[in-house]
Nanobody, 116 residues
Framework: QVQLAESGGGLVPPGGSLRLSCEAS????????MTWHRQVPGRQRELVAM???????DYADFVKGRFTISSNNAMSRVNLQMRDLRPEDTAVYYC??????????WGQGTPVTVSS
């Protein structure tokens, strides 16, 4: 099993920055990709950014140029640096890990509120 724990969410004014972190524990050896998703009540969870175990990254169009995803070599920690935050970025942000042994694992989520 893979366990994920997110941290770093909170309240930030428009234009501000936040850094989310996700720690993976348990059977992490077979993790090959980690992602951040977000969800607003009443809407589907959407992909924000992804990073692979070879360092490739990809982003949703709505965060390109503002968010940066990074991970350590062991894929035991993934960060999401968020800049120029907008009210529409308000959501619960979830960390997700894909492993060859255990499939997809999700964290409990960390809330981000962008408001003045």
């Amino acid at each position: 099993q893979v366990q994920l724990a997110e941290s770093g969410g909170g309240l930030v004014p428009p234009g501000g920055s936040l850094r989310l972190s996700c720690e993976a524990s348990g059977n992490i050896e077979s993790i090959y990709m980690m992602t951040w998703h977000r969800q607003v009540p009443g809407r589907q969870r959407e992909l924000v950014a992804m990073v692979s175990n070879v360092g490739s990254t990809d982003y949703a169009d709505f965060v390109k140029g503002r968010f940066t995803i990074s991970s350590n070599n062991a894929m035991s920690r993934v960060n999401l640096q968020m800049r120029d935050l907008r009210p529409e970025d308000t959501a619960v942000y979830y960390c997700n890990a894909f492993s060859t042994q255990h499939g997809a694992s999700w964290g409990q989520g960390t809330p981000v509120t962008v408001s003045s």
